[in-house]
Structure formats: C-alpha cells, structure tokens
Nanobody, 123 residues
Framework: QLQLVESGGGLVQPGGSLRLSCAAS????????IGWFRQAPGKEREGVSC????????ALADSVKGRFTISRDNAKNTVFLQMNSLKPEDTAVYYC????????????????WGQGTQVTVSS
C-alpha cells in the first residue's frame, strides 16, 4: 500500500519559517515526482511546488516563488518543503502527493495523497 504522511505544520508569525516533511512508506520515492498542494477553506486546491524524479524543483504558484523550496532525501524516503517569509495568505492545509510521471500542477493527476498538515500564519 502506498502511503504518505505530512508533518511539520503549526502556527507561525508573518515573516517566519516552517519546514514540512512528507514521509513515504510502501513505495520508494526515487521513482515518483512529489508535489505539494494546499487548500484554504472555501478555495480550490492549489499546486504549490513539485520535485521531479531527477530532483528538479519547480514552483507551481507565483505567490511562493523565491520563498518556498522543495527537496528530497531519497535515503530517508522523505520530501521536504522549506517555507520562508511566510504570509497570512499562506494559511492552508498542506498536502503532499505522488505520481510516477513528471511534475504537474493538476491535483487529479497524482495517484497517492497524505492526510494534510495545517499551516497557520498569524500575528
């Protein structure tokens, strides 16, 4: 069974930083592109960032360019999302997802999903 578990969310002040983790079990991350998505109440799920099988990371949302960085540690079977200079509009539930093809900002193309972790940016 393919499983992904997100962790690292919480409450942070504007301008602060968080690092989210996405741990995989039941499969090897080496063979999958991993995307981070987020969803705020009443809004559509939005692609945030994605890392390819070869390790190239891409910002999917203009609002996070230059602030968020995705990375993978294949030895630990884990993908990270480093979030810096956080803004209140970054508040959302963050999900990681996997697909055995190239990166995409379309959520429906991803095969496996985690349960999400809450990120709240507030003073």
């Amino acid at each position: 069974q393919l499983q992904l578990v997100e962790s690292g969310g919480g409450l942070v002040q504007p301008g602060g930083s968080l690092r989210l983790s996405c741990a995989a079990s039941g499969f090897i991350l080496d063979y999958y592109a991993i995307g981070w998505f987020r969803q705020a109440p009443g809004k559509e799920r939005e692609g945030v960032s994605c890392i390819t099988i070869s390790g190239v990371n891409t910002a999917l949302a203009d609002s996070v360019k230059g602030r968020f960085t995705i990375s993978r540690d294949n030895a630990k079977n884990t993908v990270f999302l480093q979030m810096n200079s956080l803004k209140p509009e970054d508040t959302a539930v963050y999900y990681c997802a996997a697909r055995n093809y190239y990166c995409s900002g379309y959520a429906h193309l991803f095969d496996s999903w985690g349960q999400g972790t809450q990120v709240t940016v507030s003073s």
